[in-house]
DNA sequence: TCTAAATGAATGATGATTCATTCAAGGGGA
DNA sequence: TCCCCTTGAATGAATCATCATTCATTTAGA
């Protein structure tokens, strides 16, 4: 029963189907991607998706749900190796550009078509990528512990912020085809950015409300 | 020829079918939204629509450039009311989390769709939105021209981190049912978080890099 | 009456999903 | 060792609904 499949299939089928509709998710976006490319790319009959996946939304969900996973586990395990709150912010930084080399695919689907999903599936909850933001209000709850951030910092805004400051670099990276930037570059300065602002002297910021 | 409409419509009819056009992509999204959803909510034939725009790609690309153009306009002439470049840059982000309520449909849009056509129509170029990081960048350039601003600051990396911590917040709240947070207050927080940024003192920041 | 605008039914393509059929691995009997 | 069976996996052609778009016809202002 726990057969490999007939045709000395290589790795579980399942995951060479995920893998594909990343490929073709990727390219041509969810609503112009055809079951069938998705078969063809994973070298699978159309059918053959139907017996993994409840149906095309499925393929899609799960391939958030399981991949962001791996993305949550990875980022936890990197960012507690930093010492304290600024470190851990950095490596976090510099890992969330990191991705864009390491799991080009996975990203530009996640940018593209996250978004649609939260808002138009009716009831998909994106557990994994919340938890995903949830790194980073760990990483400002620290500092405001250890007294590095300021204690009125508020941590629900300050965390999409930072989030959407890294998603819009990362944005902007996967739809220049030119790639004009280096994403380790623009990690360090985003994190600058977080970390002292944009202004030259205390005074300044004293100035106004 | 500049006839209003036998049916003695009311505004031009084109704008009509514009705003039928927002209120069904919001909504719906563009793939799920029927060309005649928006017909019927313009209180228009089918038909009719194609008489005003090439397809439904051009309906939604219309609706980008004009009304992104109106937003541009009407933020460049706010900024330019602000007296320095943090003055302007707090009007810039009060302006956008004001859209929220005063474009809501509008803005459910763009936050959606409009990476979908960044990506996928092959040669859509986004020149209003370009226009609108434009207005980002004129108010770091002044910061850095007054001595405000720091100057090795990265003004392509940080118009960009400006505007997607602004996009990401909107977008938490245009998909969150119960609103649980006041547009205004987030502003306030996020100018507070450029200007200064996380941490409390001076000190910390010098520490790392 | 003439003309442009508007209509909306009909067309044609597309593509998700189904399901009757095929395939092949493992087991048991000779 | 060699052959059948049985069974679940895999297949992919056919189905069926869904729209975007067209265009012959109608409408009403000038």
Chains 1, 2 share one sequence.
Do not use: W
């Not at 609503?31 to 053959?48: E, Y």
């Amino acid at each position: 029963m726990a057969r490999r499949g007939p045709r000395g299939g290589g790795p579980a089928k399942r995951d060479r189907i995920l893998r594909a509709a990343i490929k073709i998710f990727s390219q041509k976006g969810f609503f112009n991607s055809k079951v069938s490319d998705i078969a063809q790319a994973a070298g699978v009959a159309d059918g053959t998706i139907y017996l993994y996946f409840k149906n095309k939304d499925d393929l899609l969900i799960s391939l958030f749900e399981e991949k962001m996973a791996e993305v949550v586990a990875d980022v936890r395990e990197r960012v507690a190796a930093g010492d304290g709150a600024l470190s851990r912010l950095k490596i976090f930084i510099e890992n969330h550009m990191g991705l864009l080399l390491r799991e080009a695919g996975l990203i530009e689907v996640l940018q593209v078509e996250l978004r649609q999903s939260n808002k138009f599936m009716k009831d998909y909850v994106p557990v994994k990528f919340l938890e995903y933001l949830d790194v980073i209000s760990e990483i400002l709850e620290l500092g405001k512990r250890e007294g590095t951030f300021r204690q009125d910092l508020n941590v629900t805004v300050a965390r999409r912020a930072v989030f959407g400051a890294l998603d819009e670099m990362a944005l902007a990276y996967v739809l220049s085809r030119k790639r004009k930037y280096d994403p380790a570059d623009a990690a360090s300065e985003i994190y600058r950015l977080f970390a002292e602002g944009l202004c030259t002297t205390a005074q300044n910021r004293e100035g106004r409300t």
